[in-house]
């Protein structure tokens, strides 16, 4: 027998309408939508209310925007005017079992949800949301290097930092399209990967000797990897396209003084497919509700 699950979505982009739309399909998941009252399209068993009118104590599940809160609490309504804040206070309001989603965790959010001993889920940490999501964002870095450069990809130098999940796709799909790919990475395994893939691996250390004849550079590292001592020998119609979170791994100031595009791109799978990311967080979502409840022995 299935046991009814009731979610609060508070707050969210445009990757959470497919999300919602992907979750109202299941019989067993009643939505609640808070922070969406721009928008005049509704869907079949979601409900939208005010923050003041959720029945907290009766959630099973709490899924917050792609970034969590701000240092204070408050959230991103992308479609609502609303200043909507998570306290502790109403944290503490939860049940035991409640888990809250977000895509990425400030300490704020860490902090106070531990307090409360309600569990905390970022689902940008997940390894299956990072592999998924590195779809839409290869994609995306493809739309960004045609639109930004005036030569082919195909025969083109591309230097990929990191071979990491990310890295990895945007390194194969890169060299799939013709471009001759150089990884750079501080670990030997992912060296010897990039060349068993059939591209030219090389230590991080030795960045600064590659760039020089590099048209396009792609960063993954979330950390200050692309520093200034990379970007000078640089040549002037060469693009930096930046894929790590903020602050990011590019010296974007020094870039421009020396007139270097860069381009700090985050959030690429919301924007260039928004219907795909949602889709992404509703299925994951659901597979960790059906766990979560599996090992509550419901």
């Avoid at 503490?92 to 106070?112: K, M």
């Avoid at 299956?128 to 025969?155: K, L, R, W």
Wanted: aromatic share 6%.
């Amino acid at each position: 027998m299935k046991s009814n699950k009731n979610i609060a979505i508070i707050g969210g982009d445009a990757r959470y309408l497919q999300m919602i739309k992907q979750l109202s399909k299941s019989e067993d998941i009643h939505i609640q939508v808070v922070g969406f009252d721009h928008l005049n399209q509704g869907y079949t068993g979601v409900n939208q209310v005010e923050m003041d009118d959720l029945r907290v104590n009766q959630l099973d599940a709490v899924i917050l925007p792609i970034p969590g809160t701000d240092d204070q609490g408050f959230i991103e309504t992308t479609f609502s005017d609303q200043k909507i804040q998570i306290t502790l206070d109403w944290l503490q309001q939860l049940p035991d079992h409640c888990v809250i989603f977000s895509g990425i965790a400030n300490d704020y959010l860490r902090e106070n949800a531990q307090q409360a001993g309600i569990r905390l889920i970022p689902l940008m940490g997940r390894n299956d949301v990072a592999i998924y999501n590195s779809i839409p964002t290869v994609e995306g870095t493809i739309m960004m290097a045609i639109q930004h450069t005036d030569f082919t990809i195909h025969g083109s130098n591309v230097i990929v930092l990191g071979l990491g999940r990310v890295g990895m796709s945007v390194a194969s799909k890169f060299s799939a399209l013709g471009a001759k790919v150089f990884v750079g990475s501080r670990n030997k395994e992912d060296i010897a990967r990039s060349i068993e893939m059939g591209l030219t691996g090389f230590h991080m250390n030795e960045l600064s000797s590659y760039t020089p004849n590099c048209d396009i550079l792609i960063n993954t590292v979330p950390a200050k990897v692309v520093t200034d001592d990379v970007i000078k020998p640089m040549m002037a119609h060469a693009l930096i396209i930046d894929l790590a979170s903020k602050p990011g791994g590019t010296d974007f100031e020094y870039a421009d003084k020396r007139g270097i595009k860069a381009i700090h791109a985050l959030g690429l799978p919301g924007i260039v497919a928004a219907k795909t990311a949602g889709e992404i967080l509703g299925t994951v979502v659901e597979q960790v509700l059906k766990e979560h409840q599996e090992e509550r022995g419901l």
